[in-house]
């Protein structure tokens, strides 16, 4: 069984393809992107996985970990337990 052959029902089973398509080209790319849309362009898709940080937020994490590390190096030097 193949997809060639057979096609998502939307309920998740397969239902046998009766009829072929005149032109075998319809099937080299799916109608909901580039030129099948109005337009002929692709559609602008947003990452939600990347939410980009601010320049100035990420200044200022690597300078307040910088200025911790600083703070834990003198203390731990002051105390003797690097040592």
């Not at 099948?36 to 559609?43: A, E, S």
């Not at 947003?46 to 600083?70: D, R």
């Amino acid at each position: 069984m193949s997809l060639q052959l057979h096609r998502p029902d939307g309920k998740g089973g397969l239902e046998k393809r009766t009829t072929q398509p005149d032109d075998w080209r319809t099937q080299l790319q799916s109608p909901r992107w580039g030129s099948g849309l109005r337009g002929g362009r692709l559609p602008r898709l947003g990452n939600a996985e990347m939410n980009p940080t601010s320049t100035a937020m990420s200044v200022l994490f690597w300078v307040g970990l910088a200025g911790l590390t600083f703070v834990l190096l003198i203390a731990g030097y002051g105390t003797g337990f690097w040592k």
